[in-house]
């Protein structure tokens, strides 16, 4: 089953959305044992953050195979490679209860197989919430990827702290850093707001927020400020956006040097002189270059804003003091346990992983049957809920009358599955918000 000199290692890569789609795709390519050539199938995991054909151009990973599937189809997929077709390495690019429904089915499906792919999953980035349910979720894959130091560290307490076994977590970096490290002021200034689908999510803050934007565009004429946005009114991203940037800043003023962009983030951060956030990854990948970088403080450093992952830092700082040129100088101690590797050791940072996945590629007698914390014995009333919405059963197998459960869709059903998804990403992008404000009334 393992790749030979002469044979590309085979990958496939589950995801659920375009930044798990980037990440896992990335993933994949970072951790391939040596100069491997690989050969990379990639699965759309159907659902409302299905990425749109823009969004998967704008991430700008290419596969040699790209098809979107149900929980179900993908199983079946899985179940059907097998000698020349059979994958070496799978990556499960999920949230953690899509993690946990695929580990179950795939451990159906392959029950009776002496060999199956090494199953590798993580984090697409920062880890500021949820972290024991999330993690609990992922166990039981080959590999647990954790993205820093300081989250292997937590990793592993937490699998230890239930009795869990905690081999599986293994330390790397994000997959996307990368690019030309700042090498000094762009003309003109550009100053890049990074924005965030569901931080803040009242319109308060999001609209105080873009009036801080364009005050700072006014007051210094002589820069570009740049609002970068993930998704498009309609489209989907990891998290929900009811209130996209797009529609608020339709009822303000905005300078001529004040633009809204959309497009590849390394690209944008080539030109980039100040990169300012509230929490999102982006931050980690600006750092990586040694870019200014700037994480607000003015709504607070709370945990719901996810801000309070950068506390020690050293790159807190709020409107007041940006306007007033203030340039917070980032910890470097702090820096390096983010996986950051600002100083030139990313590309050792997947060795770890490289070198684990070549060992169990080669393990004689195969791999061991997968086998997660949960289980129905372990989680009775929480993991049959979880399967369920993938349309499995507890044993991990598709429940009678699961779509797709015997046959490939046809031409309707997949007309029919599409307008479905629209109904229903309109429904939560448009009827869903308006609901709940009149429930706020």
Request: glycine share 10%; net charge neutral; charged share 25%.
């Amino acid at each position: 089953m393992p790749a030979s000199a002469t044979k590309a290692l085979r990958v496939a890569v589950l995801a659920d959305s375009d930044t798990r789609w980037k990440w896992g795709a990335l993933t994949a390519t970072r951790v391939r044992p040596g100069d491997t050539e690989i050969h990379l199938d990639g699965y759309l995991l159907r659902g409302r953050a299905t990425p749109t054909a823009r969004q998967l151009r704008e991430v700008g990973v290419d596969a040699d195979s790209l098809r979107e599937v149900t929980a179900v189809e993908f199983l079946r997929a899985m179940e059907g490679a097998r000698d020349e077709e059979a994958y070496d390495v799978l990556v499960l690019a999920l949230v953690g209860g899509g993690v946990q429904a695929m580990l179950h089915g795939l451990g159906s499906v392959w029950q009776d197989r002496a060999e199956r792919p090494v199953v590798v999953t993580g984090y697409v980035g920062v880890v500021y919430e949820k972290l024991a349910d999330g993690l609990l979720l992922r166990h039981g894959a080959d590999l647990v990827l954790a993205n820093s130091r300081q989250d292997a560290d937590r990793f592993r307490a937490v699998y230890e702290g239930v009795g869990a076994d905690a081999s599986a977590v293994t330390e790397v970096a994000l997959p996307f850093l990368g690019g030309a490290a700042h090498a000094g002021e762009h003309d003109p200034y550009t100053v890049v707001f990074a924005a965030q689908p569901s931080v803040p999510d009242s319109r308060k803050d999001r609209t105080y927020l873009l009036d801080r934007l364009i005050r700072h565009a006014r007051l210094h004429p002589e820069r570009e400020v740049l609002l970068k946005l993930r998704s498009k009114p309609g489209e989907h991203t990891t998290h929900i956006e009811e209130l996209p940037y797009q529609k608020l800043v339709q009822r303000a003023d905005p300078p001529p040097n004040f633009r809204l962009v959309y497009g590849h983030m390394g690209e944008l951060l080539d030109r980039t002189d100040l990169l300012v956030t509230i929490s999102s990854t982006a931050a980690l990948e600006s750092l990586h270059r040694r870019i200014p970088t700037v994480v607000l403080t003015d709504l607070g450093v709370r945990e719901a804003l996810g801000n309070h992952h950068f506390v020690g830092s050293g790159c807190l700082a709020s409107w007041d003091q940006l306007d007033a040129s203030h340039r917070p100088a980032p910890d470097p101690e702090w820096v390096a346990r983010q996986g950051v590797a600002a100083d030139g050791g990313y590309e050792t940072a997947f060795d770890e992983a490289r070198e684990r996945i070549a060992a169990l590629l080669v393990r004689p007698g195969g791999l061991p049957p997968l086998a997660p914390y949960y289980t129905p014995v372990t989680a009775p009333g929480y993991l049959p809920g979880i399967l369920a919405r993938h349309h499995l059963a507890p044993d991990g197998a598709p429940l009678p009358g699961a779509p797709a459960a015997d046959r490939a869709p046809g031409p309707v059903r997949q007309v029919v599955r599409r307008a479905a998804r629209g109904a229903y990403r309109h429904g939560v992008q448009r009827v869903a918000p308006v609901i709940r404000r009149m429930g706020e009334l």
